[in-house]
């Protein structure tokens, strides 16, 4: 089960496009592994940008499985998974 957030994050620069952390709400999560990623298609013919989506394990005061997507070079918690 997931749940959906959209809400943006303060990420700090890891290898390639992958952040080693990012900052959710004042708090600090530490990217521990990456599950995947993938770009989700869009109407570009119509100006809308591509989305960039990884699926991670972070740990803040325990690990948990954060979805984050990257739009126009800004980054966004976009679903918690339980």
């Given amino acids: 089960m997931s749940k959906l ?3 943006p994050v ?3 620069p ?6 080693k952390a990012f900052i959710w709400r004042k708090r600090l999560y530490q ?3 990456v599950f995947d990623w993938w770009r989700e298609p869009t ?8 989305r960039f989506l990884i ?3 972070a740990k803040h005061s325990s ?11 800004k980054w966004f ?6």
């Fill in 31 to 33: 990217v521990v592994e």
């Fill in 63 to 73: 690990v948990g499985t954060y979805e984050l997507c990257l739009v126009d070079e």
């Fill in 14 to 19: 890891g290898g390639h496009t992958v952040p």
């Fill in 55 to 57: 699926r991670v394990n």
């Fill in 43 to 50: 109407k570009w013919w119509e100006g809308e940008t591509i």
């Fill in 77 to 82: 918690l976009n679903r918690i998974y339980d």
């Fill in 10 to 12: 303060v990420t700090h």
């Fill in 5 to 7: 957030i959209c809400e």
